[in-house]
Nanobody
Framework: QVQLVESGGGLVQAGGSLRLSCAAS????????MGWFRQAPGKEREFVTA????????YYADSVKGRFTISRDNAKNTVYLQMNSLKPEDKAVYYC??????????????????WGQGTQVTVSS
């Protein structure tokens, strides 16, 4: 089992920044691909970004490319999501997810076995 706990959400004005963290425990973190997803009220869960187990590969949704950055610190069992130039449409609950896999990244939420409880991000216009 892998336990994931997100933090760092909050209220920010449009154009502002937030950094989300996701702390993992339970298994060897460096064996897991990590993803960030988000879900706004009444909408489907949406892929945001993912990072390979080593951190060598990343993948971003077009909607966040150039504004968001995913990173990980395997020594701290933590993955981060730096969000800059936030827009009102970025408002959602953000979830981190983990899947046991070495060498790749995935955008399909169905691939991921473990999920955090989510953290709310609200962007005011």
């Amino acid at each position: 089992q892998v336990q994931l706990v997100e933090s760092g959400g909050g209220l920010v004005q449009a154009g502002g920044s937030l950094r989300l963290s996701c702390a993992a425990s339970g298994r060897t973190f460096s064996n897991y691909v990590m993803g960030w997803f988000r879900q706004a009220p009444g909408k489907e869960r949406e892929f945001v970004t993912a990072i390979s187990n080593s951190g060598g590969s990343t993948y971003y949704a077009d909607s966040v490319k150039g504004r968001f950055t995913i990173s990980r610190d395997n020594a701290k069992n933590t993955v981060y999501l730096q969000m800059n130039s936030l827009k009102p449409e970025d408002k959602a609950v953000y979830y981190c997810a983990a899947d046991f896999f070495i060498g790749g990244v995935f955008s399909d939420w169905r691939v991921y076995d473990y999920w955090g409880q989510g953290t709310q991000v609200t962007v005011s216009s």
